[in-house]
């Protein structure tokens, strides 16, 4: 069983910068892909980005490609989400994600409990 644990949310003018973080428990974290996903009001979940486990391979949606950053530090079990140049449509609750079968998170074993970000213009 994996506990994650994300931190770094809240709220900022569009065009600021956040950084998330979200901690896992366990030692086998260097086996996951981790990734974060988003949903805002009235909308589905959403893929944001991934990173595999050694961290030499990095994902991103579209919308946030140039703007967010991914990376991990496997010896302190943490990915992280810096996140720049905001916008109001980046406004949602950001979930922590982890899956141990796959290098690309095709799927998820294991969510956070979310953090909010909210981007106001």
């Known amino acids: 069983q994996v506990q994650l644990m994300e931190s770094g949310g809240g709220s900022v003018q569009a065009g600021g910068s956040l950084r998330l973080s979200c901690a896992a428990s366990g030692r086998t974290f260097s086996r996951y892909a981790m990734g974060w996903f988003r949903q805002a009001p009235g909308k589905e979940r959403e893929f944001v980005a991934s990173?595999?486990?050694?961290?030499?391979?990095?994902y991103y949606a579209d919308s946030v490609k140039g703007r967010f950053t991914i990376s991990r530090d496997n010896a302190k079990n943490t990915v992280y989400l810096q996140m720049n140049s905001l916008k109001p449509e980046d406004t949602a609750v950001y979930y922590c994600a982890a899956d141990l079968r796959s290098d690309y998170l095709l799927g998820v074993d294991y969510w956070g409990q979310g953090t909010q970000v909210t981007v106001s213009s």
């Open positions: 990173i595999s486990r050694s961290g030499g391979s990095s």
